[in-house]
Nanobody, 126 residues
């Protein structure tokens, strides 16, 4: 049974930092592309960041480039999102997603991801 468990969300002031983590189990992590999506105010979830199975390439939403960093540890089956200089517009529920057997550059479309976590709330407010 595949499980993706997010942790680390919370409330942070504008300009602050937060790291969210995702622990994966039940899949072959080293051949799985991973991503973080977010959904705000009932909008369609958007891809925030994605990382290749090998960790050798990443992709980011334009509005988070230079502020967010996605990383993974294939020995620990974890993927992290370090978020710096947070803005109120970053407020959303953040979801970890996995695209299994995906060795090429990580997919951009939600439909390409096979498994999803339950989500963790990130709120940026003063």
């Amino acid at each position: 049974q595949v499980q993706l468990v997010e942790s680390g969300g919370g409330l942070v002031r504008p300009g602050g930092s937060l790291r969210i983590d995702c622990a994966a189990s039940g899949l072959t992590f080293g051949t799985t592309a991973m991503a973080w999506f977010r959904r705000a105010n009932g909008n369609v979830p958007e891809l925030v960041a994605a990382i290749k199975a090998s960790g050798s390439s990443t992709e980011y939403l334009d509005s988070v480039k230079g502020r967010f960093t996605i990383s993974r540890d294939n020995a620990k089956n974890t993927v992290n999102l370090q978020m710096n200089n947070l803005e109120p517009e970053d407020t959303a529920v953040y979801y970890c997603a996995a695209a299994v057997n995906w060795a090429s550059d990580p997919p951009r479309f939600r439909s390409s991801y096979d498994y999803w976590g339950q989500g963790t709330q990130v709120t940026v407010s003063s």
